[in-house]
Each structure stands twice: as C-alpha cells, then as structure tokens.
C-alpha cells in the first residue's frame, strides 16, 4: 500500500479528502455453524470475464464470476499506479482465492461453494453501490449462500 506523501499531490489531497461515510445500521445475523455454509466470495478489485464488459471508474455495477471459470479468463478493470497486479497476473488465488476455498470445502472446514462468486469496481462510493448490493444480496440468498467472503482491494 502506498503512502499518501508518496502520491502525486492531486491524487493525495482527493483521497485525504473523500469523505467516509457511516451507516445507520449494523448486520445481524444468525445461521448454521461455518461447516454447514455454503459460501461465496465478493470483490471490489473489478474483476470480471473475458467477453463481459470492463468496469468504468467510479461505476457501482458488479459482475458475476462463475465457480468454475477458467482462471485464465478473469480479467481485472481496476487500474491504478498505486496497485501492483503482478501476484493476480501469476496467480488469481492471489486475489479471488477460489482453490482456497474449494480446499476448505473439501476438508469439510465449510459446507459448499457458491455457484458464482462477485465483484464490484474498488473506489467507488458506497452510497452509489447500495441498491446493486441489495440486488445482489437476492442473488446470493436465490443460489443457497449463507456466507459471504468480503474481499477488499
């Protein structure tokens, strides 16, 4: 991670200057013990298919990552001088950890693996995501996921 004094000053004084928002309200939730969840990943390091269309900065859309994708066909938007994509160029483990997870799976650590896993486009406000989260929450709910993996980039 770099260092705001690192930046170009541009750059610097618009992240020290974006304003971080607060939420009303707090998750609570109850469910099955983590050996009986089905779960699925969701990212904001804009990653989507080869042939699915690329993220715009800035937009609050996500796009589906199906369990069984090739790893060689997942694509990243998200670019930036500040992030170094060279472990998810050698490995997407690095960030969608998708053989982790079927690994857990298999050692019974947890119960299943989502049909699809997600991801939104990092660096984009929140309060503009919301109603997409919402919608996606009814996707997860619709495919029997129980727990979600929060990869933030």
């Not at 472990?87 to 050692?107: C, K, M, S, T, Y």
């Not at 660096?123 to 009814?138: C, H, I, Q, V, Y």
Request: some cysteine; proline content about 7%; aromatic content about 6%.
């Amino acid at each position: 991670m770099v260092r705001l004094s690192e930046l170009p000053a541009a750059e610097a004084r618009f992240l020290r200057d974006t304003e971080c928002p607060s939420f009303d309200t707090e998750p609570w939730v109850t469910g099955p013990a983590l050996a009986e969840r089905r779960v699925a990943m969701v990212s904001s390091a804009g990653l989507h298919i080869r042939g699915d269309r690329p993220f715009l900065g800035g937009g609050a859309g996500f796009r589906i990552i199906p369990d069984d994708v090739d790893p060689g066909d997942v694509l990243m938007s998200h670019v930036s001088v500040n992030y170094d994509r060279t472990g998810f160029q050698q490995d997407l483990n690095v960030i969608l950890p998708l053989d982790r997870l079927h690994e857990l799976a298999a050692d019974g650590v947890i119960g299943g693996v989502g049909s699809a896993h997600y991801s939104f486009m990092g660096a984009t406000d929140p309060r503009k995501m919301e109603s997409n989260a919402r919608k996606l929450a009814g996707i997860l709910k619709d495919d029997g996921v129980d727990a979600v993996v929060l990869l933030p980039v």
